[in-house]
Structures are given as structure tokens and as C-alpha cells.
Nanobody
């Protein structure tokens, strides 16, 4: 059974930082591409960052230079370090994996950037 559990969201002022965590189980983590998505109120869910099994990283243009995705294969964890946060980063952030031809999502962790 695949399970993704996010944590680390919260309220932060503009310019602040947060680190999101995702605990993954039920997949061959070392071989899996892991993603972070986000969904703001009234918007579609969008891909934010991807880390492949070989460590290659990809980011949506809006977060390049501010966010860093990383993984710990021993702990089957994936992280999203978010710096220089902006109000437009406010959203629910979801961990995602595509495994055995199925998309799996966590329940999400909310991030609010506001003064």
C-alpha cells in the first residue's frame, strides 16, 4: 500500500522560509521520481518540483532559485526547502509519486504566506 504523508506547512511572513517533508512508503523509493505539487484556492494543481532517482532536479519557473527539492533514500523521505516565500506561494502542497501506472498523492500540507 502506497502512503505519502506531508508535514511542515504553516503560516510564514513574506521573505521567510519553510521546509516541507514527505514520508513515503509502499514504493521502491530509490527508483521512484518524486514530486511536489501545490494547489491554491480556485486554481488547478500545479507541479512545483521534481527529483528523479538519479538526483536530477526540475522546478517550475516561478520557484527557481528559491526552492530546493531533496531526497533521503535511506529514510524514504523527500523534502522541499522553500526560501524567500511570497504571498503567491500560498497553497496546499502535495507530495506525489507515479508508481505501477498509478498516481499517488498525500493529503497535503497548507502553506500560508502573509504578513
Amino acid at each position: 500500500q502506497v502512503r505519502l504523508v506531508e508535514s511542515g506547512g504553516g503560516l510564514v511572513q513574506p521573505g521567510g522560509s519553510l521546509r516541507l517533508s514527505c514520508a513515503a512508503s509502499g514504493v521502491n523509493f530509490k527508483l521512484s521520481t518524486m514530486d511536489w505539487y501545490r494547489q491554491a484556492p480556485g486554481n488547478e494543481r500545479e507541479l512545483v518540483a521534481t527529483i528523479r532517482s538519479d538526483g536530477r532536479k526540475e522546478y517550475v519557473e516561478a520557484v527557481k532559485g528559491r526552492f530546493d527539492i531533496s531526497r533521503d533514500n535511506a529514510r524514504t523521505m523527500v523534502y522541499l526547502q522553500m526560501n524567500s516565500l511570497k504571498p503567491e506561494d500560498t497553497a496546499v502542497y502535495f507530495c506525489h509519486v507515479y508508481w505501477r501506472q498509478t498516481h499517488f498523492w498525500g493529503r497535503g500540507t497548507p502553506v500560508t504566506v502573509s504578513s
